[in-house]
Structures are given as C-alpha cells and as structure tokens.
Nanobody, 126 residues
Framework: QVQVEESGGGAVQAGGSLTLTCTTSGLPFGKAMGWFRQRPGKEREEVSCIDWYGLTTYYADSVKGRFTISRDHAKNTLSLQMKEMKPDDKAMYFC????????????????????WGKGTQVTVSS
C-alpha cells in the first residue's frame, strides 16, 4: 500500500522561503510525483511535477523561477523549495504520487491511481 505524507508547511512573510517535503512508502518503481495546491476559494491546481529520474520537470507559470522540485530515492522523499514567496502562494499543498501524465508542459493526476497526502498548509503574509 502506498503512503504519502507531507511536512514543512507553515507561515512565512512575502519574499521569504519555505521547503516542503513529502515522504512516501510502497511507491512502485518509475512513478512520477508532484505538488499540487488549493488556494482559498479555488480548485486544486498543479504546481510542480517530476519524473522518476528527475529528467522531466513541470512548473506552473506562476511558480517558474521561484520554486524548485527534487526527489531523493535513497530517502524516498520529494521536496519543493519555494523562494520569493508571494501572498498568492498561500494554499494547502498536496503531494501526489503516481501521476497520469507528465511532460514539460502538462502535469495531470489520475482519479483512479494517484495517491495523495493529506496536505500541509502554507501561509504567506504581506
């Protein structure tokens, strides 16, 4: 059984930095992972995704140049380094394992096979 758990959320001032970590267990070889977020009053959206080998990454336009995704197979972790944070980054951030589609331009979860964490809250004050 695949388990996914996020950590590292918290409160930060605009312009500050925060790193989220996702720890997984039981994830089969080759599966892509990603970070999604749900901002207040909006639907969940993809933020950044990465393939198994780290060769293909996706970033939403709103976070390009500010966020960096990475994964460590030795530790079974996925990280999201967030810099130059903005109040608009305030959201519940979710880790997703086993994505349906991943290219440089598209990151999409699967209703049937993607595993989700419970989320970690990020607040950015102006």
């Amino acid at each position: 059984q695949v388990q996914v758990e996020e950590s590292g959320g918290g409160a930060v001032q605009a312009g500050g930095s925060l790193t989220l970590t996702c720890t997984t267990s039981g994830l089969p070889f080759g599966k892509a992972m990603g970070w999604f977020r749900q901002r207040p009053g909006k639907e969940r959206e993809e933020v950044s995704c990465i393939d198994w080998y780290g060769l293909t990454t996706y970033y939403a336009d709103s976070v390009k140049g500010r966020f960096t995704i990475s994964r460590d197979h030795a530790k079974n972790t996925l990280s999201l380094q967030m810099k130059e944070m903005k109040p608009d980054d305030k959201a519940m951030y979710f880790c997703a394992a086993d994505l349906a589609i991943l290219t440089r331009f598209v990151c999409q979860s699967s209703r049937d096979s993607t595993y989700w964490g419970k989320g970690t809250q990020v607040t950015v004050s102006s």
